[in-house]
C-alpha cells in the first residue's frame, strides 16, 4: 500500500508540474520578453514559461511547419500585428476566451469574438539621425534624391509591424503603394526587423528609418542621436495582440498569462517598457504624445487577411524578391 501510494503521490507530482508550464512564442525583443515573463512569474510562481522569441513572421513560419507536423508546440502567441491572428482564428486555430478581463478597453483593440486582445499600442513614424538629417512632417517629404540608400525599412515579410504598416500605408487614399514603389526607385532594401533600422539610423548608416516609436525613443532616452516623427499624414499602428491556441496544452494557464497582461500591473509593465498602454488610468511614458495628437491609419483586419496573399506577392517585385 505505500508504494502504492508513493506512486500515486509521484503520479500527482508529475501531473501538477506539466499542468504549471507554459509556452508561449512571441515577437517581443528579447529584453521585453524576458521583461514580460519574469513580471508575469513574478504574479504567478506556479507557471513556468518556456518562451521562443522570432519575428512575427518567422514565428508564423515556424507555426506553419509545425502545423503540416501534426505539433503545435505554443499555448500562447504574443506577436505584434492582427493580420497574422486573423488568418489563424480564419482557420479555427484560436481559442475564444468571452471571460479576458478586458475591463474599459476599447473594443476596438480586441477581437469582437474574443480570440485575441491587444496589450498596447505601438506606432509606425519616421525615425532620423539628429547629426545627419532633419525631421520631415510627411511620408511623402522622405523621397527626396537626398535620401537614395539613406532609409532603413524593416521587410513586411519579417516583421508583422512593417506588414501591418504595409497594409495600412497601400490603404491610405494619400499614401498608397505609390510610396514603396519610389522606395523602390531610391534603392531602398527593406530587410530585417525594426532592431537594426534602429541601429542602422543611430550609428549613422542611414538618415532615416521607418520603425516603431517605442524603439526609437528608448534609443533617444538613452542618448543615442536619434528624434522620431509622427507624421501628420497619419501612422499606422498595432496593438500587440495576444491569443491562446486551440490546441493549447495548458489553457487555464494560457488564460492566468492573457488576464496579466490585460492587468493593472501588466499594463504598468507596458508604460516602464517604453510602450503606450491600452488601461486609460495607466500613465504614459515620458516622451509620448497624447493618443488624440496623432492621426492614426487603421487597417481593415478582415480585409488584410483576404489581401494579404497578393500584397506580400507585389512587395517583393516591387523590390525585387
Known amino acids: 500500500m505505500r508504494l502504492a501510494a508513493s506512486a500515486l503521490t509521484l503520479l500527482l507530482l508529475a501531473g501538477t508540474a506539466h499542468a504549471e508550464k507554459l509556452v508561449l512564442y512571441t515577437s517581443q525583443s528579447p529584453e521585453q520578453a524576458q521583461q514580460t515573463v519574469d513580471a508575469f512569474q513574478a504574479e504567478h510562481p506556479e507557471i513556468e514559461v518556456e518562451w521562443t522569441r522570432n519575428g512575427t513572421s518567422q514565428l508564423m513560419n515556424v507555426l506553419r511547419a509545425e502545423i503540416a507536423a501534426g505539433d503545435l508546440k505554443p499555448d500562447v502567441l504574443l506577436v505584434a500585428d492582427t493580420i497574422n491572428l486573423g488568418q489563424l482564428k480564419a482557420e479555427g486555430r484560436l481559442m475564444a476566451y468571452p471571460e479576458a478581463k478586458v475591463g474599459a478597453y476599447d473594443k ?128 499606422s499602428f498595432i496593438t500587440e495582440p495576444v491569443a491562446i491556441l486551440s490546441t493549447a496544452k495548458e489553457p487555464e494557464a494560457a488564460k492566468v498569462f492573457v488576464d496579466f497582461l490585460l492587468s493593472r500591473k501588466g499594463q504598468e509593465l507596458v508604460a516602464e517598457q517604453g510602450n503606450l498602454p491600452l488601461d486609460p488610468e495607466v500613465a504614459s511614458p515620458e516622451g509620448f504624445p497624447k493618443l488624440s495628437d496623432i492621426t492614426l491609419l487603421p487597417i481593415d483586419a478582415g480585409q488584410a487577411v483576404e489581401t494579404d496573399a497578393a500584397v506580400r506577392e507585389k512587395f517583393t517585385e516591387i523590390f525585387g524578391g
Do not use: C
Not at 548608416?205 to 501628420?232: C, E, H, Q, T
Open 108 to 235: 476596438g483593440t480586441y477581437d469582437k469574438d474574443m480570440t485575441f486582445f491587444g496589450t498596447k499600442v505601438i506606432s509606425t513614424g519616421i525615425a532620423y539621425n539628429t547629426q545627419s538629417a532633419e525631421p520631415v512632417e510627411t511620408w511623402a517629404d522622405l523621397l527626396v534624391e537626398e535620401n537614395r540608400g539613406q532609409i532603413a525599412v524593416p521587410s513586411p515579410l519579417y516583421s508583422g509591424a512593417a506588414l501591418n504598416h504595409l497594409h495600412a500605408l497601400i490603404n491610405a487614399p494619400e499614401i498608397g503603394w505609390d510610396f514603396y514603389e519610389k522606395l523602390a526607385e531610391l534603392d531602398i532594401a527593406p530587410e530585417g526587423g525594426n532592431g537594426p533600422a534602429i541601429k542602422a539610423v543611430a550609428g549613422g548608416l542611414a538618415k532615416y528609418a521607418i520603425v516603431v516609436d517605442a524603439n526609437a525613443l528608448r534609443a533617444k532616452a538613452k542618448g543615442s542621436p536619434i528624434d522620431f516623427v509622427f507624421p501628420k499624414d497619419g501612422v
